[in-house]
């Protein structure tokens, strides 16, 4: 399956962490994460950002499905004699 990203150039208005697309060279390259400062990217080697997207981009645009199972109706919290605790609706 391939996701198609709105890949942005340049480099993000907003610091936090960032889906990169890395060119490490004419012909190579590879996607990492990364931390933009809110002045330069902050990471432990050299790299060359030709593209990112926000974490929650990437997130909106992946359907993750969550690692534990889950049975039952939504959780709520509920007033117990030793505080909240969760419970079935």
């Known amino acids: 399956m391939k996701i198609q990203l709105q890949w942005k150039s340049g ?3 907003e610091p936090g962490m ?3 697309a890395n060119k490490l060279g004419e012909l190579a390259g590879e996607f990492e ?6 002045s330069e990217w902050l ?16 997130k909106n645009n ?3 499905q969550w690692p534990e199972e889950y049975s039952g109706e939504l ?11 969760w419970g079935e609706v």
């Open 11 to 13: 480099t993000p208005t």
């Open 75 to 85: 959780a709520a919290k509920t007033r117990g004699t030793t505080g909240y605790s």
């Open 62 to 64: 992946l359907s993750i």
């Open 18 to 20: 960032y889906f990169i």
């Open 33 to 38: 994460f990364a931390r933009w400062s809110g």
């Open 43 to 58: 990471c432990d080697h050299p790299i060359n950002p030709i593209g990112y997207v926000s974490l929650e981009t990437l």
